[in-house]
T-cell receptor
Framework: AQSVTQPDIHITVSEGASLELRCNYSYGATPYLFWYVQSPGQGLQLLLKYFSGDTLVQGIKGFEAEFKRSQSSFNLRKPSVHWSDAAEYFCAVGRLFKTIFGAGTRLFVKA | DAGVTQSPTHLIKTRGQQVTLRCSPKSGHDTVSWYQQALGQGPQFIFQYYEEEERQRGNFPDRFSGHQFPNYSSELNVNALLLGDSALYLC???????????FGPGTRLTVT
């Protein structure tokens, strides 16, 4: 079965500290992988995507993610978190017709 | 260039009623997908429309139906509303077989 697991329901990070959000997936074929961010009451904004090639992908707002096929993981990282990064983050996997989302990780940023 | 737009922003309906939500895709996009996002959960795929046909469907009952118009805009219809249908309904547009979706702000549906 196809699924996406985000093990951390919420994470609190100090402003300026580094961040890593975990994502594991189960998918029969080589997947397309995505990270989205959602601010309260808003739609989803695409942070970055992986289709093929270099397994370290750069996205917007200083985020990056690394695809590890052997671990079926696609973790999101940021070297220095800003207060404006506080939001809900969703990992997603899909190919062609539909995208499967994880349950999300809520990021809190403390001053 | 306007992104994906959805209307209405909020909606309150009573159990048993019917509702129609609307979506206009981003300019240049021809494919529209609909998602349901319950509180505290990730979006769940409902269905996808391309060339005015439903191309793929998620695990949702037939009470959920849709339509795509020649200008690529789309409607989501839900009949016989249940309390459990209360959610944020997201529309996403893309170009056919291009795996990059742009999401609208959503329609918050409350069923009482």
């Amino acid at each position: 079965a196809q699924s996406v697991t985000q093990p951390d329901i919420h994470i609190t990070v100090s402003e300026g500290a580094s961040l890593e959000l975990r994502c594991n997936y189960s998918y029969g074929a080589t997947p397309y992988l995505f990270w989205y961010v959602q601010s309260p009451g808003q739609g989803l904004q695409l942070l970055l995507k992986y289709f093929s090639g270099d397994t370290l992908v750069q996205g917007i707002k200083g985020f990056e993610a690394e695809f590890k096929r052997s671990q079926s993981s696609f973790n999101l990282r940021k070297p220095s978190v800003h207060w404006s990064d506080a939001a809900e983050y969703f990992c997603a996997v899909g190919r062609l017709f539909k995208t499967i989302f994880g349950a999300g990780t809520r990021l809190f940023v403390k001053a | 260039d306007a992104g994906v737009t959805q209307s209405p922003t909020h909606l309150i309906k009573t159990r048993g009623q019917q509702v129609t939500l609307r979506c206009s895709p981003k300019s240049g996009h021809d494919t529209v997908s609909w998602y349901q996002q319950a509180l505290g959960q990730g979006p769940q795929f409902i269905f996808q429309y391309y060339e005015e046909e439903e191309r793929q469907r998620g695990n949702f009952p037939d009470r959920f139906s849709g339509h795509q118009f020649p200008n690529y805009s789309s409607e989501l219809n839900v009949n016989a509303l249940l309390l459990g249908d209360s959610a944020l309904y997201l529309c996403a547009s893309s170009q056919w077989v291009v795996n990059e979706q742009y999401f609208g702000p959503g329609t918050r549906l409350t069923v009482t």
